[in-house]
């Protein structure tokens, strides 16, 4: 296929034929018992005060929420900055910057 856009939406379906040496899925070929199983776990996660299984405690959750809703205000404030400069840069460009010269004018391509 020379397009390239059909050959990547080309899928080919196959069925592969199973053989003895076929892996199936959730087969272990090793000896892994539940009690490595949760020593291992043991040593990976680390208790804290989340809980039974990562639960997260309510004062987590509180302080998370907090931090959101100041998150949404920075990003109020930064947004009303941004638009408030942007207007600015437009309307210099389209009135044109006086005393600047032609440093001042913008060229665009279309």
């Given at each position: ?61 509180t302080e998370l929420e907090v931090e959101v809703e100041q998150l949404k205000e920075q ?6 900055v941004n638009d408030a400069i942007w207007q600015v840069v437009v309307q210099k460009v ?17």
């Open positions: 296929m020379r397009d390239a856009n059909a050959r990547e939406l080309h899928e080919v379906s196959m069925i592969l034929p199973t053989t003895s040496q076929t892996v199936q899925i959730g087969r272990c070929d090793y000896d892994y018992s539940e009690s490595e199983f949760q020593q291992d776990l043991a040593f990976f996660v680390q208790p804290t005060e989340a809980g039974p299984l990562g639960v997260p405690s309510t004062s987590r959750i990003l109020g404030k930064a947004k009303g389209l009135k044109g910057n006086p005393g600047s010269g032609s440093e001042g004018d913008v060229e665009m391509d279309e």
